[in-house]
Nanobody, 122 residues
Framework: QVQLVESGGGLVQAGGSLRLSCTGS????????MGWFRQAPGKEREFVAD????????HYADSVKGRSFISRDNAKNTVYLQMNSLKPEDTAVYYC???????????????WGQGTQVTVSS
């Protein structure tokens, strides 16, 4: 199946920035909508952002809107999440996700990455 690998997580101070990357295997990456989710300790996984197959449409959770920006480079099989003005409440494991169009239309996910830890210190 498709393999998604996240990178770019780490420890940053509040107010700082971080760019997460997710690289996918396979030759059909460009046909997938891509997204980012996060899961903080003791909480359910929550939606952060997504981007359509051609990058023409994006959505953001209210909690990150205006601070985070999703983009993709299909030639590199990579999706990015640029996070600015980070807050301690952004601390979580961030997961990359991919969905074919029907799954995406159903608000579902076909493939998950293993996650990358983002820790924001106060």
């Amino acid at each position: 199946q498709v393999q998604l690998v996240e990178s770019g997580g780490g420890l940053v101070q509040a107010g700082g920035s971080l760019r997460l990357s997710c690289t996918g295997s396979g030759r059909t990456f460009s046909t997938y909508a891509m997204g980012w989710f996060r899961q903080a300790p003791g909480k359910e996984r929550e939606f952060v952002a997504d981007i359509s197959w051609n990058g023409g449409s994006t959505h953001y959770a209210d909690s990150v809107k205006g601070r985070s920006f999703i983009s993709r480079d299909n030639a590199k099989n990579t999706v990015y999440l640029q996070m600015n003005s980070l807050k301690p409440e952004d601390t979580a494991v961030y997961y990359c996700a991919g969905a074919l169009i029907q799954t995406y239309s159903d608000y579902g996910v076909d493939y998950w990455g293993q996650g990358t830890q983002v820790t924001v210190s106060s």
